[in-house]
């Protein structure tokens, strides 16, 4: 069974930075395209950034162009989110999310599996 579990977060200062680990079980992650949500009660789902299958292709929201940075680890079933010069605004759960994937492309839609999430406080 697929199974995602994000750890990393905490709380930062305003300018801090933070890693965000993704941890990949299940069968096969190189055929799998991995988004970074997050995520303000009573809000919408917002998608952050995401990376194909072989890491050849990101694509970031324009909130967080610049200062984060996603990055995979297939042979330690991995995934990272840098976040850097972080926002009050940045608080959120943070969660990850995979889908199946039969090209090297990704996008915020059509993830099939999601993790627990993890909770990022920005503040001073």
């Known amino acids: 069974q697929l199974r995602l579990v994000e750890s990393g977060g905490g709380l930062v200062q305003p300018g801090g930075s933070l890693r965000l680990s993704c941890a990949f079980s299940?069968?096969?992650?190189?055929?799998?395209?991995i988004g970074w949500f997050r995520q303000v009660p009573g809000k919408a789902y917002e998608g952050v950034s995401c990376?194909?299958?072989?890491?050849?292709?990101?694509h970031y929201a324009d909130s967080v162009k610049g200062r984060f940075t996603i990055s995979r680890d297939v042979a330690k079933n991995m995934i990272y989110l840098q976040m850097n010069e972080l926002r009050p605004e940045d608080t959120a759960v943070y969660y990850c999310?995979?889908?199946?994937?039969?090209?090297?492309?990704?996008?915020?839609?059509?993830?099939?599996?999601w993790g627990n999430g993890t909770q990022v406080t920005v503040s001073s």
């Open positions: 299940g069968f096969g992650l190189d055929y799998y395209s």
């Open positions: 999310a995979a889908e199946w994937s039969a090209n090297d492309y990704c996008g915020f839609s059509g993830m099939d599996h």
């Open positions: 990376i194909s299958r072989t890491g050849e292709y990101t």
